[in-house]
């Protein structure tokens, strides 16, 4: 089922490298904007993302969280701290197949009834 999204919807298996945002990291900030390529990235939850600080995974729901196009970090990360960060998109929902990606083998059943009119 769909749910309602504040901004942009989740794209499926839909990779974006995160904007970096060290340049704000001071030791006391801890909410940012997520951005790629300079638009906003709304995650569906933060299991759905791979975050680096300072070379260091971060564990989602622990180490921080999303809400909307941001993201909340329980320490604020000091200055200098590098940043990496990737939004995996939705991937439980494979989305719609590209044109002509389904084969036969790959349908719930061979049995089908075409009408011409």
Known sequence: HKMPYIGKEPEHGNYQRIDTIASSFNGSTTVFNLRADSVSVYPT???????????????????Y????????????????TTF??????????????????????????TSFSFFIS
């Open 84 to 109: 990496w960060g990737v939004a995996l998109g939705d991937v439980l929902d494979i989305g719609t197949p590209s044109d002509k990606s389904v084969t036969s083998a790959k349908l719930a059943t």
């Open 45 to 63: 939850s933060p299991a759905t993302m791979i975050i680096s600080l300072g070379g260091v995974i971060q564990e989602p729901n622990t180490s």
């Open 65 to 80: 969280t999303v809400t909307g196009d941001q993201i909340t970090f329980t320490t604020a990360p000091a200055t200098g």
